[in-house]
């Protein structure tokens, strides 16, 4: 990804943005891709759509590297890469480690009740804002919000 044609930024965000990249070619995808194929979840995705999927996701978690104070609410695509990653948890927190020196708190069953319905809305909106204003339009897909918020502690 050539992050000076897709973020407008200036030469020391270039560096933090490039390093976090780099970082997340530490992640064992092809383990993550084979957990996405072989899983029972309720999301069964083409090899094609797995490997968008988990494109997505790694442009999420550079969201959440750049926007670290931020909740984010995930289309459901980037929560099922979401659930594989956290699948083999010792590794997962090892990668949170590595990528932004926290964990990655999951909060499941967001935006089911009424009451939380409108600010969980407000954030999926949100989330698909900072998706098109940082990798342009289109780039988080159109899959629907997950009923769920990430966010790092």
């Known amino acids: 990804m050539n992050l000076a044609k897709t973020l407008p930024i200036n030469s020391r965000q270039a560096i933090v943005y490039q390093t976090f990249f780099q970082k997340l070619k530490v992640v ?7 957990r996405l194929t072989s899983s029972d979840e309720r999301y069964k995705f083409t090899l094609t ?7 997505q996701y790694r ?3 550079f969201l959440l590297h750049k926007y670290p104070s931020l909740k984010m609410v ?4 980037i ?3 979401l659930h594989a990653h956290t699948a083999d948890g010792s590794q ?3 990668d949170c ?3 932004f020196g926290a964990c990655l708190k999951h909060i499941p069953e967001v935006g089911r009740q009424e009451a939380d319905r409108k600010e969980w809305l407000r954030t999926f909106t949100r989330t698909q804002t ?9 780039a988080m897909g159109s899959s629907v919000a997950a009923c769920c918020e990430i966010l790092l502690i």
């Open 97 to 99: 480690e590595n990528l």
């Open 79 to 81: 929560d099922a890469v």
């Open 59 to 61: 442009l999420f978690l």
């Open 130 to 138: 900072l998706f098109e204003q940082n990798f342009g339009q289109s």
């Open 74 to 77: 995930p289309n459901q695509d």
């Open 49 to 55: 759509q797995n490997v968008l999927a988990i494109r």
């Open 28 to 34: 064992d995808w092809l383990a993550i891709l084979l």
């Open 92 to 94: 997962f927190e090892k």
